[in-house]
């Protein structure tokens, strides 16, 4: 059987780029095992001041302080206290003094919402984890996210409110691999839809034509 040139072509491409990503998902998969690993590692490190600017992923979940000088601010959203409770968190906007630069701070979960938190800044610790941002999850999965501004945790929650859940390495996902067959199972997939299609058109090219009618 003859096969069409430009159909397989296409799909020959289209199949072959479908396993270079699954290849690449894979490689991705060792590449975030080893960050995790050191991310794990940030936990028994001492305190640290937290750092300026505050982007970035080398100081995720370890222990850091600041001093909040002023809250500009604040940001409630869906969380979970320390002990798996939900209810609102509530992150400040606190002003550190660094060419008036400020970073989010979560001060604590309370179990309803709309609740104005009275403090007004002072000297935090808390665990380093990433702030809530809006980049698309078709950027994230490809690698586009630009570097991901940073926020604190606070260890300590402020009056009234419970503290939140710390941020641990175990929350972080690491689906390269279901990524990975998912690339693959298309590639078979299209393979096959491509071999029905040939097996039907060589059916049709070797059926006899219909007798004429008399």
């Known amino acids: 059987m003859k096969l069409p040139l430009f159909p397989t ?4 491409l289209a199949v072959a780029a479908m396993i270079g990503l699954g290849i690449w998902q ?8 080893v960050q995790l690993a050191r991310l794990s590692a940030n936990r028994d490190l001492p305190v640290m001041t937290f750092p300026s600017p505050p982007v970035g992923d080398e100081h995720l ?12 601010g604040w940001t409630e959203q869906a969380g979970r206290d320390a002990s798996g409770k939900s209810g609102w ?10 060419e008036g630069m400020s970073v989010k701070v979560d001060m604590g979960v309370s179990s309803a919402p709309g609740v104005k938190p ?5 000297p935090i610790t808390g665990i380093i984890t990433h702030a809530p941002d809006s980049t698309p999850l078709l950027a994230s999965l490809f690698g586009k996210r630009p570097p991901r501004n940073l926020m604190l945790v606070a260890d300590a929650p402020a009056p009234g409110l419970s503290a939140s859940a710390p941020p641990d390495p175990s929350s972080v996902p690491n689906n390269h691999l279901a ?11 299209a393979v096959v839809i491509y071999l029905l299609a040939l097996r039907l058109r060589a059916r ?3 059926s ?7």
């Open 204 to 206: 049709r090219t070797a």
């Open 179 to 189: 990524y990975a067959v998912q690339w693959f199972l298309f590639a078979g997939i």
């Open 9 to 12: 072509i296409l799909v020959g």
């Open 89 to 98: 968190r509530h992150l400040a906007d606190c002003r550190t003094g660094a």
């Open 26 to 33: 894979l490689d991705r998969r060792g590449e975030k095992a």
């Open 118 to 122: 009275a403090w007004k800044g002072g």
């Open 61 to 72: 979940f370890r222990h850091a302080g600041l001093m909040c000088l002023e809250v500009a």
């Open 208 to 214: 006899p034509p219909a007798p004429p009618q008399s």
